[in-house]
C-alpha cells in the first residue's frame, strides 16, 4: 500500500525542500519507487535541489488542468531510476491547485508508487492545507529556535484537525519530528534551543537530528541531494533518518559537540 | 439544462440529512433588565472578543420565567445581535415569547420544561407554584487525550479534562473546571460563563493566560510560579489564588 509523506514545518527556510529531496532520495535508493511533489507553485525549488531543472516540460498544475498526462509531466532522476520528481508550476500561484485535482492525481501516483513524498510550502495557506491534507505520515521540519517550534506545533494542529484522516475519523497522520541545522556547538553556548527542549515542547517521536552542515548548502548548488554525499554528516543523519523510518533501530548522531584534537586525545567530556 | 443532467440529478442524491450535536454556549438570564443585560454582556464578550465572534449562542429565559419576569424577546434578541452574537435559539421561554422568536428567525429548543412549540398548543399560563424542582443536571466532562496545538480552540460546557500538553498559543475554555495534566503553556480559562466557583488544576504551570470568571492573569504575573509542581488556581474576593497540591 502506497504512502504518502508529507514534509511540512509552518515556517519558511527551515528545510523542507532539502528534507524532500533527501528523503524521497533515500527510500528510492533502498528500492522503493518513489515520487516526489513540489506543492510550492510559484516558488519552484525542488527542481533544482533534484538537478533536474533543465528537463522541465509539463509541471503540476497542467496535470491538475488535464494538459498533460502524469506520465509527461513525471521527471525520472539521473541517478536513480525508482525516483520520479513532479515540478510546481513557477508561472502561477497557490490558487491553481485544487482539493479534487491534487486528491486525482495522488490516486493515480498511488497505483504505480510505494512512497509519495510532498514537498510543502511555507505557511499554513492553502498550498500547505493541500500538500498534508491527504498526507499518511508528516515529517515535521523543525529548527531548534522558537519560533520555528512554535510554527512547527501550530502546524501538527492543523495535521490532527483538517486533514482528510480527521475529518473522515481514520487513524490520525503519523507524525514525525526532524531537527534541522542543529549545531551542538551553539546549544552548548545557550544560543539554541536543545533536542530535549525541543521534544519537550511539541512531545513528538525524534526521527532524526540533521546537524548544520556546509554539505547541504554545497549539494543544493550542485543539484544533488544531500544524502547522496555519503562522508557527510549531513547526508549520514538523512541516511539515518531514511532507515529509522522504514523500521530500522539506530542511535542518534550529531546530538553532542564534535571532539576537537585535544577532546579525542584526552577523551575527557 | 439537459435533459439528461436533469435525469442524473434525480437518480444520484445531492443531499443527505444527518444528525449531530454541537457544544454551544447558553445564555442564562436572571434579570429582565434590558439595560443591565446589555451590559453585562457586552463585559463577558471583552474577556474573549475572538472567541464570541459571530458566535451562536441560545438563550434561555427558565429563571426569569419561575420568577413571573417578562421579558422582551425581540429587543432581547436584537441586543445578541447587536453584539456580534447569533442566537440560534430559545430555550424556556413561554408561548408568546417562543411567538416573537420565531418571528425574528429564532428556533425553539425544548428540552426545558416551560417550552412550548407554539401553534397547536392552548395558550397556558405558566403554572405558579407546582414547578418541578429545579434540576441539577451535571454536564459531562469533556476529556481530551491528545496535545492541544498551537492556534487550537477548544471549549467544554461543563469541566474539561486534558491529558496531554496544552501548547503556548492554545487556548482551553470551560464552564467548569479545567484539568491539564500536561504542561499548560497555553490560555486556560474556567468558569467562562461567570462561574466563580470554577477552578483550573495543573501539573505544569507555565500558562500565557490564566483566567476564572473573568478575572485573569498573564504569564508575567505567574513569575512565581514553580514549574514542574501541582498547583489549582480558585478565586477568592475577586483575586486569582495559586496554590500548591
Not at chain 2, 471583552?46 to 417578562?70: C, I, M
Request: hydrophobic content about 40%; glycine content about 8%.
Amino acid at each position: 500500500m502506497a504512502r504518502i509523506i508529507v514534509v511540512t514545518s509552518g515556517k519558511g527556510g527551515v528545510g523542507k525542500t532539502t528534507t524532500s529531496a533527501a528523503i524521497a532520495m533515500g527510500l528510492a535508493k533502498k528500492g522503493h519507487k518513489t515520487a516526489v511533489i513540489d506543492f510550492d507553485v510559484g516558488l519552484r525549488n525542488l527542481d533544482l535541489i533534484m538537478g533536474c531543472e533543465r528537463r522541465v516540460v509539463y509541471d503540476f498544475v497542467n496535470v491538475i488542468n488535464g494538459e498533460a498526462t502524469l506520465n509527461q509531466a513525471l521527471i525520472r532522476d539521473k541517478t536513480c531510476n525508482q525516483l520520479y520528481i513532479l515540478p510546481a508550476s513557477q508561472t502561477r500561484d497557490k490558487d491553481a491547485l485544487s482539493q479534487e485535482g491534487v486528491g486525482k492525481i495522488l490516486d493515480e501516483l498511488k497505483k504505480d508508487f510505494k512512497y509519495i513524498v510532498c514537498d510543502s510550502p511555507a505557511g499554513i495557506e492553502k498550498g500547505a492545507h493541500l500538500a498534508m491534507y491527504f498526507a499518511d505520515d508528516a515529517f515535521i521540519v523543525t529548527n531548534p529556535e522558537v519560533s520555528s517550534v512554535r510554527d512547527s506545533d501550530r502546524m501538527l494542529g492543523i495535521l490532527s484537525s483538517k486533514s482528510r484522516r480527521a475529518e473522515q475519523n481514520d487513524e490520525p497522520i503519523k507524525e514525525y519530528l526532524l531537527l534541522t541545522r542543529y549545531s551542538p556547538e551553539r546549544v552548548k553556548l545557550g544560543e539554541m534551543l536543545s533536542v530535549d527542549d525541543v521534544q519537550e515542547i511539541l512531545s513528538l517521536h525524534l526521527l532524526g537530528v540533521i546537524p548544520e552542515s556546509k554539505s547541504v548548502l554545497n549539494a543544493s548548488n550542485s543539484g544533488t541531494p544531500v544524502i547522496l554525499d555519503e562522508k557527510s554528516d549531513a547526508g549520514q543523519a538523512y541516511a539515518d533518518v531514511i532507515a529509522r523510518y522504514l523500521g530500522e533501530d539506530r542511535p542518534h548522531r550529531f546530538i553532542d559537540e564534535k571532539k576537537g584534537l585535544f577532546g579525542k586525545l584526552f577523551g575527557g567530556k | 439544462m439537459s435533459t439528461d443532467s436533469q435525469q442524473n440529478a434525480h437518480h444520484s442524491p445531492v443531499l443527505e440529512f444527518k444528525s449531530s450535536t454541537f457544544s454551544v454556549p447558553v445564555l442564562v438570564l436572571s434579570s429582565n433588565d434590558a439595560i443591565i443585560i446589555e451590559q453585562q454582556l457586552q463585559e463577558k464578550i471583552h474577556l474573549a472578543p475572538e472567541f464570541f465572534k459571530n458566535s451562536p449562542l441560545v438563550f434561555d429565559l427558565q429563571e426569569l420565567n419561575k420568577h413571573d419576569l417578562d421579558i422582551d424577546v425581540t429587543e432581547l434578541i436584537n441586543i445578541i445581535r447587536s453584539l456580534g452574537l447569533l442566537p440560534i435559539g430559545i430555550r424556556g421561554g413561554g408561548a408568546q415569547q417562543n411567538q416573537q422568536a420565531l418571528e425574528l428567525g429564532v428556533p425553539i429548543h425544548s428540552g426545558h420544561s416551560v417550552a412550548l412549540s407554539s401553534g397547536t398548543q392552548k395558550p397556558q399560563p405558566p403554572e405558579p407554584e407546582a414547578a418541578p424542582e429545579p434540576q441539577i443536571v451535571a454536564e459531562a466532562a469533556t476529556l481530551i487525550t491528545h496535545p492541544v496545538r498551537s492556534g487550537q480552540r477548544i471549549y467544554a460546557s461543563g469541566d474539561l479534562i486534558i491529558l496531554a500538553q496544552v501548547s503556548a498559543g492554545a487556548e482551553i475554555m470551560a464552564e467548569g473546571n479545567i484539568h491539564v495534566y500536561g504542561s499548560l503553556r497555553g490560555r486556560a480559562l474556567a468558569g467562562v460563563q461567570g462561574n466563580t466557583e470554577a477552578r483550573i488544576f495543573c501539573s505544569d504551570l507555565q500558562a500565557e493566560l490564566i483566567s476564572i470568571a473573568g478575572n485573569y492573569k498573564i504569564s508575567e504575573d505567574l513569575n512565581d510560579a514553580v514549574p514542574n509542581q501541582r498547583v489549582q488556581i480558585y478565586l477568592q474576593n475577586h483575586a486569582l489564588v495559586i496554590k500548591d497540591i
